[in-house]
């Protein structure tokens, strides 16, 4: 078997994505969120479903999927591969979009079903230890629950470290699929969820079409090519930081070996500035 990095845009919404086989969806849902008995989803409707020509052609960087069940409540499941500006807030300004176009003009506000926000993220986001965290409006004296209908929760891939033979609950097994599967060549053992296995044969490569395989790649190298980017414009950022220095330090009197040392340019560049003054 060769199963395919969950992360990736094309993988990610074939397998979370899927309508043919939603038990994936349904069992990741139920497993986060730790729903059991009565409470369990039994049925999802996917909203923005896996289509190949619309994914192919996608630019975003954000991955996600989103679904309601019977009653209505409505559930997004995105992917963060990289840490950007402001996705704290943009979090919340995307559930709360997503929980206030639920009513069109006139409609009653009882109407509004709950907004349930699972982000994936690969960083470290939260400051404690837990890989798994929870997030609601609380009473801040009380921790009274009423505001019940925004409802956050986020899975920090960083902080997972557990190995294959320690794994336990369902969840565990889920996060340890999303962080690891691209680097499996075999199912892992004790697979006694349905929609566990599901997912590990949608991510088998071996079973993808010709298509599936080349929008994949696709997306792998648009990926590399961003993290490229973006190394680019930090090493910019830095080199100039250390010009702005090594210029005050030519204004203060000091010799180059000096700004050598401070500042990691190179007297070649050290001269040049000097020469421009």
Known sequence: ?????????????????????????????????????????????????????????????????????????????????????GFAKRAVFYSAKSYSSQLNVGDDYYKLKPTIFIGILNFEF????????????????TQEHKLKD????????PKFDKTESELQTLVEKWVYFIKNAENLTVLPPNLDDEGLKSAYTEADRHLWTKKELEA???ARMRETDERAREMLVLE????????????????LGLDNDLIVQATGLSIVQIEALRNKK
Do not use: C
């Open 216 to 218: 994949y790649e696709y």
């Open 150 to 157: 925004l409802d956050f929760n986020f899975i920090e891939l």
């Open 236 to 251: 910019r950022g830095i080199n100039q930081g250390r010009m702005e220095i090594a210029k005050n330090l030519i204004n």
């Open 1 to 85: 078997m060769q199963f395919a990095d969950i992360k990736n845009d094309i993988a990610f919404r074939k397998i979370f994505g899927n309508e043919n086989k939603k038990e994936i969806l349904i069992s990741f849902l139920n497993a986060v969120l730790k729903l059991e008995g009565t409470t369990k989803i039994v049925w999802v409707e996917i909203s923005n479903p896996y289509q190949m020509p619309i994914v192919l052609g996608a630019k975003s960087t954000i991955l996600d999927v989103k679904s309601k069940d019977k009653a209505g409540n409505e559930y997004i499941v995105e992917m963060q591969v990289t840490e950007k500006a």
């Open 126 to 141: 939260l400051e404690g230890a837990n890989y798994l965290s929870r997030h609601l409006i609380l009473d801040a004296e």
